[in-house]
């Protein structure tokens, strides 16, 4: 099959702006992308730079955009994603680019992922022989442990588009695989929910679900990332040391739906602010202020009870008891 | 068809244009619905499943003792949390039948899992079909270019919001755009996230989303944009002065509610949708209908 390759081009060495370069490669219809950059590389311009290593799936090295989606180009076959004859190639998105197709992932992912302790330490004390652990605890755990690190679910993720401080989905799915590894000790479980629950971890993420889709082996990054924070909230954990404000925002609402059933939005926005910081409550004014006139700003602390407030705050607090 | 209704916490609250808009519009439609009053917040993704999951099976347990198999929401969010929720109450039936047995049994409530959530975008074009809402429209909104923002709740997870034979959801507001006689207006955004869960947590973040959408959407021409989710109206309409200030720039992008685009359709005014509650002026799409009715 004759397909056109515009494939994205940047060396910082000789000066110019990145562009594409066009190449014809004529493959069988089996072949895959990455087999197409291979011929290019081989047959036609020696200077392609391109990542590339396990060629079946497994390594992560080659997440590329193609044709305007995050894909291992090793996975992906020419036919399937074709469009009037053309595959484009280019670097994942949100990520610095070092020459054509290759991209430093030290700041992209490396460092995100060591930052939140991706490893177990195992429960003292610790047995004579091996640790045995049930099957059905590690199903879900072996899922997040098959992530290939290829962050195509960062390049995809909303936030880290805009604050490449978040630490991400990538990193999160691999906070998972240690948080649920019912190996793993006590006090460093306890050390690892609080670290991810600081600025730029799981409460930064908007929940919109795009790791899911992004993900190439259905990791579901997203799903991962809500029951890390639910285990933190189990815990007792609901924000890390430097953003309290999270957790006044996430016990307000508790609260609040405790008392009425429904969400007082008014006491949430103050709550969240606390009660005593002026500058923090100052800062919400201009808000109230346009919305008041237009009936728009519900009064604090006024919010009426809901039929069956009751039978709800009992759910919350047997659900709270229940936690850890 | 008679649903149950959930309008949730911010059509009751900050946004009670929604609320109107959507009792007037499904009245003029003659769909019918009954509201569900005695029931909680579905926890709008902020709660621990731990709690939210009991809450939200009372609520469908509630639908179901009404006698009631459809849950009618107007609140992406609310669809959304109640969507992955009820798919784990119907796929996992060891998981219901312990909240049943945990939570609900003390009441005398039981989820069966019978109930199917729908949002009123879903309602509108699943159940009542395109073909009987034109008989309803009474001027066209020609001229009017409207921007369509999905949000991100009601399209994901892909798997469970927009699976397969129901892969038309994704372009749902662009076909009633159309429908209406207006004109859709692509933005980069529409199905992502407004910004409004991360308000507090990082309000930086949050209003740079708020900026990026209703910015691209000003530069694409639209001369509004319609949600189907208050928490996105909130964010992109009552807090876009904000994210002005923080952007240092003017947008000035009206932000309307689905039924509220569709009330204008259907023959009510601007003052009865109550587009004077919006913070952010409605003049443009006031002067856009003007031009029609004279053409």
């Given at each position: ?188 479980h306890n050390e690892r929910l609080t670290l991810v629950s600081e600025p730029g971890g799981v409460w930064d993420c908007t929940h919109c679900f795009e790791a899911n889709g992004h993900c190439p082996l259905g990791l579901e990054p997203t799903t991962r990332l809500f029951e890390v ?15 309290p404000k999270v957790q006044r925002h996430y016990d307000s609402f508790v609260n609040s739906v405790k008392r009425s059933g429904w969400l007082d939005e ?59 | ?295």
């Open positions: 099959m004759e397909t056109t390759f515009k494939v994205y081009r940047f060396d910082p060495e000789n000066g110019r702006k990145p562009d594409f370069a066009t190449y014809t490669v004529d493959l069988p219809d089996s072949a895959t992308v990455m087999d197409g950059l291979r011929h290019i590389r081989d047959e036609l311009d020696p200077s392609l730079a391109f990542r590339a290593s396990c060629d079946r799936g497994s390594c992560g090295d080659c997440a590329l955009r193609i044709n305007k989606k995050g894909k291992l180009g090793c996975t992906l076959q020419i036919a399937k994603t074709v469009k009037d004859g053309v595959v484009k190639v280019e670097p994942i998105r949100n990520i610095p680019v070092l020459k054509d197709l290759v991209y430093d992932m030290e700041t992209f992912l490396w460092q995100k992922i060591k930052s939140v302790k991706p490893w177990i330490t195992p429960r003292e004390p610790e047995p004579d022989g091996e640790y045995i652990v049930a099957e059905e605890k590690l199903l879900e755990v072996r899922k997040a442990m098959s992530c290939v690190m290829c962050g195509l679910c960062d390049e995809g993720c909303v936030v880290i588009k805009i604050d490449k401080k978040f630490v991400g989905p990538a990193a999160l799915t691999k906070a998972y695989r240690a948080v649920f590894d019912p190996r793993d000790g006590e006090h460093e924070r639910d285990e933190a909230i189990r815990r007792g954990i609901r924000s890390g040391t430097k953003n008014g006491r949430l926005a103050i709550e969240s602010e606390g009660l005593t910081n002026i500058a923090g409550l100052a800062k919400l004014l201009p808000t109230v202020l346009r919305a008041l006139p237009k009936g728009k700003a519900p009064l604090p602390y006024l919010h009426p009870k809901r039929p069956g407030t009751q039978a709800i705050r009992r759910i919350i607090e047997k659900a709270q008891r229940r936690e850890v | 068809m008679k649903y149950a209704f959930y309008p949730g916490c911010v059509s009751r609250g900050a946004c009670p244009e929604l609320y109107s808009s959507s009792v007037k519009v499904t009245e003029k439609l003659g769909i019918e619905i009954q509201e569900v009053v005695d029931v909680g917040c579905t926890g709008a993704g902020v709660l621990s499943r731990d709690l939210s999951d009991p809450i939200n099976a009372r609520t469908l347990a509630k639908v179901e003792a009404m006698g009631l198999s459809s849950l009618m929401t107007i609140c992406s969010t609310c669809q959304g949390i109640f969507t992955q929720a009820n798919h784990r109450f119907k796929n996992e039936p060891e998981y219901r039948e312990k909240i049943n047995k945990e939570y609900l049994a003390e009441e005398g409530l039981e989820y069966k899992g019978t109930v199917e959530v729908k949002h009123f975008l879903w309602v509108l074009m699943e159940d009542y079909g395109m073909e009987n809402l034109k008989p309803h429209i009474k001027r066209k909104l020609t001229g009017l270019k409207v921007a369509p923002f999905y949000g991100c709740y009601i399209r994901r997870p892909t798997s469970i919001m927009a699976p397969k034979g129901l892969l038309g959801r994704k372009t749902y507001l662009e076909d009633l755009i159309e429908l209406i006689g207006a004109e859709p207006v692509d933005s980069s955004g529409k199905s992502k996230c407004c910004g409004f869960p991360i308000l507090t947590v990082n309000e930086d973040n949050s209003m740079r989303m708020v900026s990026d959408h209703t910015g691209d959407a000003k530069n694409k021409g639209a001369d509004c944009m319609v949600t189907p989710c208050p928490l996105c109206h909130l964010n992109l309409d009552a807090n876009q002065p904000n994210a002005e200030k923080k952007a240092n720039t003017q947008i000035g992008m009206p932000i309307i509610h689905l039924p509220q685009l569709l009330g204008l359709a259907f023959g009510f005014d601007e003052k009865e949708m109550e587009l004077q509650r919006h913070i952010v002026s409605t003049e443009p799409i006031s002067r856009q209908l003007e031009v029609s009715i004279r053409s």
